[in-house]
C-alpha cells in the first residue's frame, strides 16, 4: 500500500494517476493497492476552538489535517474517500484533555460506519 502524510484530497486526488500507471508499469493490479493517508484531527463543538487547536500545529501543513465541528471532519472525511482514500490514520493532539476521542467516537465513525454500510449494499 501507500501512505501519504498531510496531503489534501485534491492532492491525493491529482496524484491518483501516477500512482495507477506505475501499478500497471510493474504488472499489478492498481486496486490491490491499499491507499492511505495521515492526518491531523481535531474535532470540536464549537469551531472557533478547532481552529485555535489546529493553528497549534505549524509543523503540519494547513491542508493536512481534519478540523472543525464533527460534521466538517465528516465533509472532510468524505473528501479524503472521494479522492481514493481507502483508510484514515489520526494524529490526534492533546487526546487527554480534549473530546476528541468521545466526539469522534460518537458521532464521527458511527457516521462513517453507516455511509460504508450503504455503499456495500449498492456495490
Known amino acids: 500500500g501507500v501512505n501519504v502524510r498531510w496531503w489534501s484530497p485534491q492532492l491525493i486526488a491529482a496524484r491518483q494517476a501516477y500512482l495507477d500507471a506505475a501499478c500497471c508499469e510493474l504488472g499489478r493490479d492498481p486496486r490491490s493497492l491499499r ?28 491542508n493536512g489535517h481534519i478540523s472543525g465541528t464533527p460534521d466538517q471532519c465528516l465533509a472532510r472525511l468524505r473528501e479524503y474517500a472521494s479522492a481514493g482514500v481507502q483508510h484514515v490514520l489520526l494524529s490526534i493532539p492533546d487526546v487527554a484533555a480534549s473530546d476528541t476521542l468521545e466526539l469522534a467516537g460518537r458521532q464521527i465513525l458511527p457516521a462513517l460506519r453507516h455511509e460504508a454500510a450503504l455503499h456495500e449494499e449498492r456495490a
Open 35 to 62: 491507499r492511505s493517508v495521515t492526518a491531523l484531527l481535531v474535532v470540536d463543538r464549537n469551531a472557533s476552538r478547532a481552529a485555535a487547536t489546529r493553528e497549534r500545529f505549524t509543523a503540519i501543513p494547513a
